[in-house]
């Protein structure tokens, strides 16, 4: 079973800061079977990125994800006040075929 | 436009079986590439992939609740219902449906979720 590590467990930062969110597999994942979620509290996640790095229809530029191996990477360039969520992680591979992340909260400072 | 809801039960006693619906509107679970999948997430705690069902009648569960889970899909409805025997406490979460287009291994949308309490 891949395990996805996601880091830091909580970020604060303020409104117009640059947001690094860490994603670190157990094991090699294909670029390809990365996503990135975000989730606002009593919603559900909405995908961001998936592919590593290919965003999802209706995501702003500000989001980008990047990373290749074990070591994946959800940047947020410019932080607006919509953004202060959970971001999860989400691999695609065998038995389980799906795992997420513990994910990050970013909080506002 | 792709939208998933699903409905059940919102409390369940323990060693009961839930059963729960996805309706989806937007797409057909008969087009190739096409999945279903579940996905749930206790208070306060991460998500957790339960099952998938593909257009094929393919199905995929979590190696590590396989034993009690059970998902069919009823194409004419635009439904898929996954069945979990022996509700425990430790099952209390929200549970999402969401949408796996063709080629994809990702979930988008998701459905809104229900909160599912396993309490005596």
């Known amino acids: 079973e891949i395990v996805l590590t996601q880091s830091p467990g909580t970020l604060s930062l303020s409104p117009g800061e640059r947001a690094t969110l860490s994603c670190r597999a157990s094991?090699?994942?294909?670029?390809?079977?990365l996503a990135w979620y975000q989730q606002k509290p009593g919603q559900a996640p909405r995908l961001l990125i998936y592919?590593?790095?290919s965003r999802a229809t209706g995501i702003p530029d500000r989001f980008s994800g990047s990373g290749s191996g074990t070591d994946f990477t959800l940047t947020i360039s410019r932080l607006e006040p919509e953004d202060f969520a959970v971001y999860y992680c989400q691999q695609y591979g065998s038995s389980p075929e799906y795992t997420f992340g513990q994910g990050t909260k970013l909080e506002i400072k | 436009q792709i939208t998933l809801k699903e409905s059940g039960p919102t409390l369940v006693k323990p060693t009961q079986t839930l059963t729960l619906t996805c309706t989806f509107s937007g797409f057909s679970l008969s087009t190739s590439g096409v999945g279903v999948g579940w996905i749930r997430q206790p208070p306060g705690k991460a998500l957790e992939w339960l099952a998938l069902?593909?257009?094929?009648?393919?199905?995929r569960y979590s190696p590590s609740l396989k034993s009690r889970l059970t998902i069919t899909k009823d194409t004419s409805k635009n439904q898929v219902v996954l069945t979990m025997t022996n509700m425990d406490p430790v099952d209390t979460a929200t549970y999402y449906c969401?949408?796996?287009?063709?080629?994809?291994?990702?979930?988008?949308?998701w459905g809104q979720g229900t909160l599912v309490t396993v309490s005596s």
């Open positions: 094991q090699s994942v294909s670029s390809s079977y």
């Open positions: 969401a949408h796996q287009g063709p080629v994809a291994n990702w979930f988008d949308p």
């Open positions: 069902i593909y257009w094929d009648d393919d199905k």
């Open positions: 592919g590593a790095s």
